[in-house]
Nanobody, 124 residues
Framework: QVQLVESGGGLVQAGGSLRLSCAAS?????????MGWFRQAPGKEREFVAA????????YYSDSVKGRFTISRGNARNTVHLQMNSLRPEDTAVYYC????????????????WGQGTQVTVSS
């Protein structure tokens, strides 16, 4: 099994920054897994935010966060971070970490493993 635990959410004013982290553990977790972030706002479907390959040299972003958010991977490859700058009220959502051996599944939002989510609230 694989466990993903997110941290770092909170309340911030528009224009501010937050850094989310996701720590992966479990006997079957592979450091070669692709990891990503998704978010779900109230009344909306879950949407892709960013993803990163196992080595950290390939990253993917949704158009809505490109240039404002940066995804990175820890040296031990079992953590992933999301640095969120220039936050907007429309970034308010529960943010979920995802992991899978398949990049395609992560990008499609159908990864095998998901965290419980962390709330990000951006006030105007």
């Amino acid at each position: 099994q694989v466990q993903l635990v997110e941290s770092g959410g909170g309340l911030v004013q528009a224009g501010g920054s937050l850094r989310l982290s996701c720590a992966a553990s479990g006997r079957t977790f592979s450091r070669r897994y692709v990891m990503g972030w998704f978010r779900q706002a109230p009344g909306k479907e879950r949407e892709f935010v960013a993803a990163i390959n196992w080595s950290g040299d390939s990253t993917y972003y949704s158009d809505s966060v490109k240039g404002r958010f940066t995804i990175s991977r820890g040296n031990a490859r079992n953590t992933v971070h999301l640095q969120m700058n220039s936050l907007r009220p429309e970034d308010t959502a529960v943010y979920y970490c995802a992991a899978d051996g398949s990049q395609q599944l992560v990008l499609a939002g159908t990864a095998d493993y998901w965290g419980q989510g962390t709330q990000v609230t951006v006030s105007s």
